[in-house]
């Protein structure tokens, strides 16, 4: 039933794309900027293509729209069947469209990024053996406009990070004080004093400290906390909270 429908769509798309025949044709694809966190350092998942142009260069994830979706299913697509990985942050990001930007063909751009903790995922679906992730100031060039795309989203990430609790997408569901710290310092590329950061922390009230400890960072060990979202959704909800950093 649901496949007699895709055809059905597909088929009223096509009929009305033959009133646009005269126009010109441009492809439009989705890039997507991965960001991980390993409890130390922020990373980025990058391949390396097998394909023409720019093969054996690397670059980010992406691929081309499909005339049956729409922007975001596109980036959802292309994420979970290159990396197997699904339900993650994903945010759109900019449009590129330098008319030479891609040598292959006139083709439009839209980047999205994401944020996951790479401890907690093990990609089992991933299906590009070049993938490998990078320490972000250790990425190696890029083809087309990639690092344009990366640094806007580095920009983007750094303005959410600042006033949305979307850091929490890239630690464990348990995490250290330290690790927390070690997060946003990689985000915003900076050192931050440790008692004001704990003391802001403590401020806004949306973690919950556990009776679980960290023994593998020292011998007396670090407390472990949970971002309680049920609480800070009450929060905005109630009294127009903000988090803010």
């Not at 409890?39 to 049956?68: H, V």
């Not at 979307?166 to 569901?173: A, D, M, N």
Request: glycine fraction near 4%.
């Amino acid at each position: 039933m649901e496949k007699a429908k895709n055809v059905e769509l597909t088929t009223e798309i096509d009929r009305q794309l033959n009133f646009y025949q005269k126009e010109d044709q441009v492809l439009l694809a989705v890039d997507c900027i991965i960001f991980g966190f390993d409890k130390t350092n922020l990373k980025i998942l990058l391949i390396k293509r097998n394909f023409e142009p720019e093969k054996g260069k690397w670059s980010l994830i992406g691929g081309f729209l499909k005339k049956n979706e729409n922007l975001d299913q596109a980036a959802t697509r292309v994420l979970n069947t290159l990396t197997g990985l699904s339900d993650i942050y994903m945010e759109q990001v900019y449009t590129y469209s330098k008319v030479d930007r891609d040598p292959g063909q006139r083709t439009i751009s839209v980047a999205y990024f994401a944020l996951i903790d790479v401890d907690s995922h093990q990609f089992d679906g991933i299906q590009i053996d070049s993938a490998r992730w990078f320490d972000l100031d250790e990425a190696p060039n890029l083809i087309f406009d990639h690092e344009e795309m990366i640094r806007k989203a580095i920009a983007r990430l750094q303005r959410r990070a600042m006033t949305m609790p979307i850091g929490f997408e890239l630690l464990p569901e348990k995490f250290t004080m330290r690790q927390l710290q070690n997060l946003y310092e990689s985000i915003l590329d900076k050192k931050l004093d440790k008692r004001n950061f704990i003391n802001k922390i403590n401020s806004l009230d949306v973690l919950v400290k556990l009776d679980e400890k960290d023994m593998t960072v020292s011998r007396k060990g670090a407390y472990l906390y949970v971002f309680d979202k049920e609480k800070y959704e009450k929060k905005v909800a109630e009294d127009g909270f903000s988090f803010k950093l």
